[in-house]
């Protein structure tokens, strides 16, 4: 885990950017209508890459924005409130605190990309902001909770600690 700011700045554009490439991939490949075809996402080819990679690019520094202004914060007290570091297994509270962070950071981006992606991008109502937000979020958050939990983080995990190893 982190132990300098630079340390935590770097933790936090790498976290970002693992979750914003997991959910473009994803989103992409609803979008060239993969979940449609038979096999459903197994059916994906290469070609949902680079435009997911596009994305990411900018869609990482807004998921890193957001986290510092307010998921990584609300996650921490999400876990604060469920979890005593005294008495139960680090582990369980690293999970919890990855928990509250997909729950808040979550319904941000889905907004985030809402706005982008369908009122701007695609020019539809602004008045159906509301709708295409909670759709937004139902298709979002298994895929951003299991993402988080089993790859984005035990990765971003792996790769700081071989970016800066510890003497433990």
Same mark, same amino acid.
């Given at each position: 885990m982190p132990k300098t700011k630079?340390?935590?700045?770097?933790? /936090?554009? =790498?976290? &970002?950017?693992?979750?914003?490439?997991?959910?473009?991939?994803?989103?992409i490949a609803?979008? $060239? !209508?993969?979940?449609?075809?038979? /096999?459903? =996402?197994? &059916?994906m080819t290469n070609e949902v890459f680079p435009a997911a990679l596009q994305e990411a690019a900018? $869609? !990482?520094l807004f998921v890193f924005l957001f986290s510092n202004l307010w998921g990584n914060r609300l996650g921490?007290?999400?876990?604060?409130?469920?979890?005593?570091?005294?008495?139960?297994?680090p582990y369980?509270?690293?999970?919890?605190?990855?928990?509250?962070?997909?729950?808040?950071?979550?319904?941000?981006?889905?907004l985030v990309a809402s706005i982008l992606f369908n009122v701007i991008l695609a020019k539809q109502p602004v008045t159906q902001l509301?709708?295409?937000?909670?759709?937004?979020?139902?298709?979002?958050?298994?895929?951003?909770?299991?993402?988080?939990?089993?790859?984005?983080?035990?990765l971003c995990h792996w790769l700081f600690s071989k970016m800066f190893p510890t003497n433990e």
């Open positions: 630079g340390q935590g700045i770097i933790f /936090g554009l =790498l976290m &970002s950017y693992l979750m914003a490439i997991g959910m473009e991939v994803y989103n609803i979008k $060239m !209508g993969y979940d449609l075809q038979i /096999g459903g =996402l197994s &059916s900018y $869609m !990482g921490a007290h999400f876990a604060a409130r469920h979890t005593d570091p005294e008495k139960d297994n369980f509270c690293t999970l919890m605190r990855q928990a509250g962070t997909v729950a808040v950071m979550c319904p941000t981006m889905s509301p709708a295409i937000w909670v759709g937004t979020v139902l298709k979002n958050f298994p895929m951003a909770f299991f993402w988080n939990m089993f790859a984005a983080a035990p």
